[in-house]
Protein backbone atom coordinates (compact mmCIF):
# COMPACT_ATOMS: atom_id res chain seq x y z
CA UNK A 1 0.00 0.00 0.00
CA UNK A 2 1.41 3.56 -0.63
CA UNK A 3 2.62 5.37 2.46
CA UNK A 4 1.23 8.88 2.02
CA UNK A 5 3.10 10.39 5.23
CA UNK A 6 5.49 12.53 3.27
CA UNK A 7 2.30 14.30 2.11
CA UNK A 8 2.45 17.79 3.02
CA UNK A 9 -0.66 19.03 5.25
CA UNK A 10 -0.77 21.91 8.17
CA UNK A 11 -0.29 20.38 11.70
CA UNK A 12 -3.00 20.39 14.35
CA UNK A 13 -1.00 23.58 15.85
CA UNK A 14 -1.42 25.19 12.08
CA UNK A 15 -4.84 24.56 12.44
CA UNK A 16 -5.67 25.87 15.66
CA UNK A 17 -3.67 28.94 15.23
CA UNK A 18 -6.03 29.32 11.72
CA UNK A 19 -9.19 28.83 14.82
CA UNK A 20 -7.98 31.64 16.81
CA UNK A 21 -7.07 34.09 14.32
CA UNK A 22 -10.42 33.30 12.88
CA UNK A 23 -12.29 33.90 16.35
CA UNK A 24 -10.32 37.63 16.84
CA UNK A 25 -11.22 38.47 13.39
CA UNK A 26 -14.51 37.79 13.48
CA UNK A 27 -15.27 39.50 16.88
CA UNK A 28 -12.96 42.79 16.26
CA UNK A 29 -11.39 43.15 12.97
CA UNK A 30 -14.68 42.23 10.77
CA UNK A 31 -16.99 44.42 12.01
CA UNK A 32 -14.27 47.65 11.19
CA UNK A 33 -13.84 46.74 7.54
CA UNK A 34 -16.44 48.50 6.18
CA UNK A 35 -16.38 51.38 7.65
CA UNK A 36 -12.06 51.23 7.04
CA UNK A 37 -12.75 51.14 3.47
CA UNK A 38 -15.36 54.03 3.54
CA UNK A 39 -13.45 56.35 5.66
CA UNK A 40 -9.99 55.37 3.79
CA UNK A 41 -8.53 55.25 7.33
CA UNK A 42 -6.28 52.70 9.12
CA UNK A 43 -8.25 50.58 11.51
CA UNK A 44 -6.59 51.12 14.71
CA UNK A 45 -9.16 48.92 16.53
CA UNK A 46 -8.14 45.96 14.07
CA UNK A 47 -4.40 46.82 14.84
CA UNK A 48 -4.60 46.81 18.63
CA UNK A 49 -7.39 43.12 18.27
CA UNK A 50 -3.92 41.61 16.49
CA UNK A 51 -1.30 42.95 18.41
CA UNK A 52 -2.93 41.49 21.74
CA UNK A 53 -3.22 38.13 19.91
CA UNK A 54 0.43 38.43 18.66
CA UNK A 55 -1.38 38.06 15.14
CA UNK A 56 0.48 41.71 13.88
CA UNK A 57 3.83 40.47 13.13
CA UNK A 58 3.95 36.83 13.84
CA UNK A 59 7.05 35.59 12.09
CA UNK A 60 9.54 37.70 14.45
CA UNK A 61 11.87 34.63 16.00
CA UNK A 62 11.83 34.08 19.80
CA UNK A 63 14.93 35.17 19.66
CA UNK A 64 14.04 38.93 19.39
CA UNK A 65 10.94 38.33 21.28
CA UNK A 66 8.35 37.12 19.14
CA UNK A 67 6.54 34.37 18.29
CA UNK A 68 8.42 33.19 16.25
CA UNK A 69 5.82 31.41 14.02
CA UNK A 70 6.66 29.39 11.00
CA UNK A 71 6.31 30.62 6.90
CA UNK A 72 3.02 28.47 6.92
CA UNK A 73 1.58 30.15 10.15
CA UNK A 74 2.25 33.51 8.75
CA UNK A 75 0.37 32.52 5.85
CA UNK A 76 -2.05 31.03 7.94
CA UNK A 77 -2.74 34.26 10.01
CA UNK A 78 -2.84 36.56 7.03
CA UNK A 79 -5.56 34.20 4.76
CA UNK A 80 -7.73 34.64 8.20
CA UNK A 81 -7.34 38.01 8.88
CA UNK A 82 -7.54 38.92 4.99
CA UNK A 83 -10.85 36.94 5.14
CA UNK A 84 -11.82 39.65 7.22
CA UNK A 85 -10.29 42.55 6.11
CA UNK A 86 -7.76 42.68 3.13
CA UNK A 87 -6.86 45.99 4.41
CA UNK A 88 -6.26 44.75 8.17
CA UNK A 89 -4.32 41.89 6.60
CA UNK A 90 -1.46 44.29 5.31
CA UNK A 91 -0.50 44.79 8.76
CA UNK A 92 1.03 41.25 9.37
CA UNK A 93 1.98 41.02 5.46
CA UNK A 94 3.32 44.35 5.85
CA UNK A 95 5.49 43.65 8.46
CA UNK A 96 7.44 41.05 7.48
CA UNK A 97 7.91 42.48 4.35
CA UNK A 98 10.30 45.44 5.71
CA UNK A 99 12.07 42.99 8.39
CA UNK A 100 12.27 40.09 6.17
CA UNK A 101 15.79 41.91 4.65
CA UNK A 102 17.18 41.91 8.54
CA UNK A 103 16.22 39.11 8.85
CA UNK A 104 17.98 37.96 5.72
CA UNK A 105 21.21 40.49 5.56
CA UNK A 106 21.19 42.63 8.29
CA UNK A 107 23.37 42.60 11.06
CA UNK A 108 22.73 41.35 14.95
CA UNK A 109 22.67 44.81 16.20
CA UNK A 110 20.07 45.67 13.69
CA UNK A 111 18.12 42.93 14.62
CA UNK A 112 17.97 43.63 17.88
CA UNK A 113 17.35 47.12 17.78
CA UNK A 114 14.45 47.22 14.97
CA UNK A 115 13.11 43.58 15.90
CA UNK A 116 11.79 43.25 19.35
CA UNK A 117 9.57 46.95 18.69
CA UNK A 118 7.97 45.11 15.91
CA UNK A 119 7.50 42.22 17.55
CA UNK A 120 5.68 44.16 20.88
CA UNK A 121 3.74 45.57 18.54
CA UNK A 122 5.19 49.05 19.65
CA UNK A 123 6.25 50.06 15.74
CA UNK A 124 5.67 48.75 12.62
CA UNK A 125 7.73 48.03 9.61
CA UNK A 126 7.34 49.42 5.86
CA UNK A 127 9.24 48.51 2.94
CA UNK A 128 10.36 51.45 0.21
CA UNK A 129 11.64 50.30 -3.29
CA UNK A 130 9.58 51.64 -5.68
CA UNK A 131 10.07 55.26 -7.24
CA UNK A 132 7.62 57.29 -9.42
CA UNK A 133 9.81 55.80 -12.17
CA UNK A 134 10.91 52.79 -10.87
CA UNK A 135 8.68 50.11 -10.63
CA UNK A 136 8.66 46.81 -12.50
CA UNK A 137 12.48 47.95 -13.32
CA UNK A 138 13.23 47.95 -9.90
CA UNK A 139 17.33 48.32 -10.50
CA UNK A 140 16.73 51.84 -12.41
CA UNK A 141 15.47 53.36 -9.08
CA UNK A 142 17.28 57.25 -8.40
CA UNK A 143 17.11 57.64 -4.85
CA UNK A 144 21.09 58.18 -3.78
CA UNK A 145 22.70 57.60 -0.58
CA UNK A 146 26.32 59.15 -0.31
CA UNK A 147 28.83 58.18 2.22
CA UNK A 148 29.95 60.79 4.41
CA UNK A 149 32.26 60.00 7.05
CA UNK A 150 30.62 57.21 9.11
CA UNK A 151 27.45 58.23 7.96
CA UNK A 152 25.06 58.42 4.87
CA UNK A 153 22.76 61.22 3.27
CA UNK A 154 20.16 60.11 1.49
CA UNK A 155 17.97 62.04 -1.43
CA UNK A 156 14.82 60.87 -3.33
CA UNK A 157 11.69 59.73 -3.39
CA UNK A 158 9.91 56.58 -2.63
CA UNK A 159 6.33 55.76 -3.93
CA UNK A 160 3.39 53.34 -3.30
CA UNK A 161 4.94 52.95 0.39
CA UNK A 162 2.21 50.69 2.03
CA UNK A 163 1.20 52.18 5.59
CA UNK A 164 3.33 55.00 5.58
CA UNK A 165 3.44 57.53 8.05
CA UNK A 166 1.99 54.77 10.35
CA UNK A 167 4.59 52.67 10.64
CA UNK A 168 7.58 53.85 12.27
CA UNK A 169 10.66 52.01 10.60
CA UNK A 170 11.47 51.76 6.64
CA UNK A 171 13.40 49.83 4.81
CA UNK A 172 14.99 51.91 2.14
CA UNK A 173 16.56 50.86 -1.03
CA UNK A 174 18.86 53.82 -2.38
CA UNK A 175 21.95 53.70 -4.79
CA UNK A 176 25.06 54.37 -3.56
CA UNK A 177 27.19 53.51 -6.89
CA UNK A 178 25.54 55.06 -10.03
CA UNK A 179 27.97 52.92 -11.86
CA UNK A 180 26.96 49.96 -11.27
CA UNK A 181 23.33 49.73 -12.16
CA UNK A 182 21.69 46.58 -9.65
CA UNK A 183 24.84 46.07 -8.05
CA UNK A 184 25.24 49.37 -6.85
CA UNK A 185 22.06 49.37 -4.46
CA UNK A 186 22.10 49.05 -1.16
CA UNK A 187 19.65 48.96 1.96
CA UNK A 188 19.10 50.74 4.79
CA UNK A 189 16.92 51.40 8.36
CA UNK A 190 15.12 54.77 8.06
CA UNK A 191 13.67 55.94 10.83
CA UNK A 192 10.02 58.02 10.51
CA UNK A 193 11.34 60.52 13.29
CA UNK A 194 14.68 60.88 11.37
CA UNK A 195 15.47 64.59 9.97
CA UNK A 196 14.23 64.92 6.20
CA UNK A 197 12.14 62.54 6.00
CA UNK A 198 8.10 63.62 5.40
CA UNK A 199 5.16 62.04 4.00
CA UNK A 200 2.97 62.95 0.71
CA UNK A 201 -1.29 62.96 0.97
CA UNK A 202 -2.26 59.68 0.93
CA UNK A 203 -3.56 58.18 -2.61
CA UNK A 204 -6.93 57.79 -3.14
CA UNK A 205 -7.13 53.96 -4.36
CA UNK A 206 -9.93 51.50 -5.56
CA UNK A 207 -9.64 49.03 -2.89
CA UNK A 208 -7.55 48.38 0.44
CA UNK A 209 -8.36 52.10 1.49
CA UNK A 210 -7.62 51.17 5.44
CA UNK A 211 -4.40 50.62 4.39
CA UNK A 212 -2.96 53.99 3.60
CA UNK A 213 -0.32 54.66 0.65
CA UNK A 214 2.07 56.88 0.25
CA UNK A 215 5.02 58.76 -1.25
CA UNK A 216 7.84 58.83 1.17
CA UNK A 217 10.59 61.64 0.85
CA UNK A 218 13.96 61.62 1.88
CA UNK A 219 15.69 65.31 2.09
CA UNK A 220 18.97 65.36 3.24
CA UNK A 221 18.32 62.34 5.82
CA UNK A 222 21.34 61.38 7.65
CA UNK A 223 21.88 58.09 9.15
CA UNK A 224 24.34 56.45 10.48
CA UNK A 225 25.99 53.76 8.74
CA UNK A 226 25.39 51.10 10.97
CA UNK A 227 21.70 51.13 9.56
CA UNK A 228 23.07 49.76 6.00
CA UNK A 229 21.42 46.14 5.82
CA UNK A 230 24.02 43.62 4.64
CA UNK A 231 27.16 44.90 2.53
CA UNK A 232 27.33 47.91 0.06
CA UNK A 233 25.82 46.95 -3.32
CA UNK A 234 24.24 44.01 -2.29
CA UNK A 235 20.91 45.71 -1.62
CA UNK A 236 18.62 45.16 -5.05
CA UNK A 237 19.65 41.18 -4.06
CA UNK A 238 17.95 41.55 -0.55
CA UNK A 239 14.88 43.16 -2.34
CA UNK A 240 14.68 40.21 -4.68
CA UNK A 241 15.67 37.58 -2.26
CA UNK A 242 13.01 39.21 0.57
CA UNK A 243 10.13 39.37 -2.42
CA UNK A 244 10.93 35.91 -3.15
CA UNK A 245 9.48 35.15 0.26
CA UNK A 246 6.84 37.65 0.55
CA UNK A 247 5.20 36.97 -2.77
CA UNK A 248 3.61 33.99 -0.89
CA UNK A 249 2.36 36.38 1.86
CA UNK A 250 0.42 38.52 -0.80
CA UNK A 251 -1.04 34.91 -2.32
CA UNK A 252 -2.43 34.33 1.08
CA UNK A 253 -4.31 37.71 1.32
CA UNK A 254 -5.50 36.76 -2.19
CA UNK A 255 -6.80 33.08 -0.66
CA UNK A 256 -8.40 34.95 2.28
CA UNK A 257 -9.85 37.99 -0.06
CA UNK A 258 -11.59 34.98 -1.84
CA UNK A 259 -12.82 32.75 1.14
CA UNK A 260 -14.48 35.78 2.22
CA UNK A 261 -16.48 36.42 -0.77
CA UNK A 262 -17.31 33.04 -1.05
CA UNK A 263 -18.38 32.01 2.26
CA UNK A 264 -20.62 35.30 1.75
CA UNK A 265 -22.16 34.09 -0.81
CA UNK A 266 -22.70 30.73 -0.55
CA UNK A 267 -24.87 32.24 2.75
CA UNK A 268 -26.95 34.54 0.43
CA UNK A 269 -27.53 31.76 -2.06
CA UNK A 270 -29.16 29.62 0.86
CA UNK A 271 -31.39 32.63 2.28
CA UNK A 272 -32.46 34.23 -1.23
CA UNK A 273 -35.88 33.01 -2.31
CA UNK A 274 -36.49 33.40 -6.36
CA UNK A 275 -39.12 31.59 -8.39
CA UNK A 276 -40.00 29.89 -5.23
CA UNK A 277 -36.99 28.67 -4.10
CA UNK A 278 -33.50 29.17 -2.92
CA UNK A 279 -30.53 30.38 -5.16
CA UNK A 280 -28.58 27.72 -4.05
CA UNK A 281 -31.24 24.80 -5.82
CA UNK A 282 -30.25 26.46 -8.76
CA UNK A 283 -27.91 24.32 -11.04
CA UNK A 284 -26.33 26.72 -13.02
CA UNK A 285 -25.69 28.92 -9.81
CA UNK A 286 -24.50 25.19 -8.22
CA UNK A 287 -21.90 25.33 -11.13
CA UNK A 288 -20.45 28.90 -10.50
CA UNK A 289 -20.30 27.91 -6.89
CA UNK A 290 -18.02 24.27 -7.73
CA UNK A 291 -16.05 26.39 -9.95
CA UNK A 292 -15.02 29.00 -7.20
CA UNK A 293 -14.19 26.56 -4.24
CA UNK A 294 -12.47 24.31 -6.78
CA UNK A 295 -10.07 27.28 -7.97
CA UNK A 296 -9.89 28.37 -4.14
CA UNK A 297 -8.85 25.43 -3.35
CA UNK A 298 -6.12 25.00 -5.85
CA UNK A 299 -4.97 28.29 -5.35
CA UNK A 300 -4.69 27.47 -1.59
CA UNK A 301 -2.98 24.56 -1.93
CA UNK A 302 -0.38 25.91 -3.87
CA UNK A 303 -0.07 28.52 -1.47
CA UNK A 304 0.40 26.66 1.37
CA UNK A 305 2.95 24.66 -0.95
CA UNK A 306 5.09 27.58 -1.47
CA UNK A 307 4.72 28.66 2.12
CA UNK A 308 6.41 24.62 3.10
CA UNK A 309 9.24 25.73 0.42
CA UNK A 310 9.58 29.23 1.62
CA UNK A 311 10.30 27.58 5.64
CA UNK A 312 12.71 25.51 4.00
CA UNK A 313 14.81 28.22 1.43
CA UNK A 314 13.95 25.47 -1.26
CA UNK A 315 15.81 26.11 -4.71
CA UNK A 316 12.50 26.27 -6.17
CA UNK A 317 11.01 28.77 -4.35
CA UNK A 318 10.85 31.40 -6.65
CA UNK A 319 9.11 29.51 -9.03
CA UNK A 320 6.24 28.51 -6.38
CA UNK A 321 6.52 31.77 -4.87
CA UNK A 322 5.89 33.55 -8.45
CA UNK A 323 2.85 30.48 -9.45
CA UNK A 324 1.03 30.90 -6.22
CA UNK A 325 0.93 34.83 -6.04
CA UNK A 326 -0.29 34.69 -9.79
CA UNK A 327 -2.46 31.58 -9.35
CA UNK A 328 -4.39 33.04 -6.25
CA UNK A 329 -4.34 36.42 -7.21
CA UNK A 330 -6.11 35.78 -10.60
CA UNK A 331 -8.56 33.31 -8.33
CA UNK A 332 -9.17 35.98 -6.04
CA UNK A 333 -10.34 38.40 -9.05
CA UNK A 334 -12.41 36.18 -10.50
CA UNK A 335 -14.19 34.50 -7.28
CA UNK A 336 -14.93 37.93 -5.91
CA UNK A 337 -16.11 39.29 -9.19
CA UNK A 338 -18.70 35.93 -9.52
CA UNK A 339 -19.93 36.49 -6.09
CA UNK A 340 -21.08 40.30 -6.61
CA UNK A 341 -22.63 38.32 -9.90
CA UNK A 342 -24.70 35.91 -7.44
CA UNK A 343 -25.76 38.75 -5.15
CA UNK A 344 -27.21 40.53 -8.07
CA UNK A 345 -28.05 44.07 -7.61
CA UNK A 346 -27.47 43.82 -4.28
CA UNK A 347 -23.81 42.56 -4.76
CA UNK A 348 -23.58 45.94 -6.52
CA UNK A 349 -23.93 48.25 -3.26
CA UNK A 350 -22.16 49.04 0.13
CA UNK A 351 -24.42 47.28 2.01
CA UNK A 352 -22.65 44.34 1.53
CA UNK A 353 -19.54 43.18 1.53
CA UNK A 354 -18.15 41.21 -1.73
CA UNK A 355 -17.86 44.74 -3.46
CA UNK A 356 -15.52 45.75 -1.39
CA UNK A 357 -13.61 42.69 -1.57
CA UNK A 358 -13.71 42.75 -5.53
CA UNK A 359 -11.98 45.90 -5.14
CA UNK A 360 -9.25 44.37 -2.23
CA UNK A 361 -8.91 41.55 -4.83
CA UNK A 362 -7.39 43.50 -7.90
CA UNK A 363 -4.78 44.74 -5.83
CA UNK A 364 -2.82 41.37 -5.30
CA UNK A 365 -2.74 41.04 -9.15
CA UNK A 366 -0.51 44.17 -9.23
CA UNK A 367 1.79 44.49 -6.18
CA UNK A 368 4.52 42.93 -5.00
CA UNK A 369 5.33 41.77 -8.68
CA UNK A 370 2.49 42.43 -11.30
CA UNK A 371 1.60 38.97 -12.78
CA UNK A 372 2.95 39.56 -15.82
CA UNK A 373 6.63 39.67 -13.55
CA UNK A 374 5.59 36.67 -12.01
CA UNK A 375 4.46 35.13 -15.62
CA UNK A 376 8.35 35.81 -16.72
CA UNK A 377 9.31 34.56 -13.40
CA UNK A 378 7.89 31.50 -13.68
CA UNK A 379 9.12 31.32 -17.18
CA UNK A 380 12.75 32.18 -16.40
CA UNK A 381 12.53 29.57 -13.87
CA UNK A 382 11.05 26.57 -15.72
CA UNK A 383 13.81 27.37 -18.76
CA UNK A 384 17.18 27.22 -16.39
Not at 322 to 347: E, N, R
Request: one cysteine or more; charged letters at 25%.
Amino acid sequence: MTDFTHIYRPTEEHEAIRAAVREVCDAKVAPNAAEADELAEFPKASYEALRAADFHAPHIPEAYEGVGADALATVIVIEEVARACASSSLIPAVNKLGTLPLLLAGSEDLKQTYLPPVASGEAMFSYCLSEPDAGSDAASMKMRAVAEGDSYLLNGVKRWITNAGVSDYYTVFAVTDAEQHGRGISAFVVEKSDDGVSFGAPEKKLGIKGSPTREVYFDQVRIPASRMIGAAGTGYATAMATLTHTRVTIAAQAVGIAQGALDYALGYLKERRQFGKALAEFQGLQFMIAEMGMKLEAARQLTYAAAARSERKDSDLAYFGAAAKCFASDVAMQITTDAVQLLGGYGYTKDFPVERMMRDAKITQIYEGTNQIQRIVMARELLK
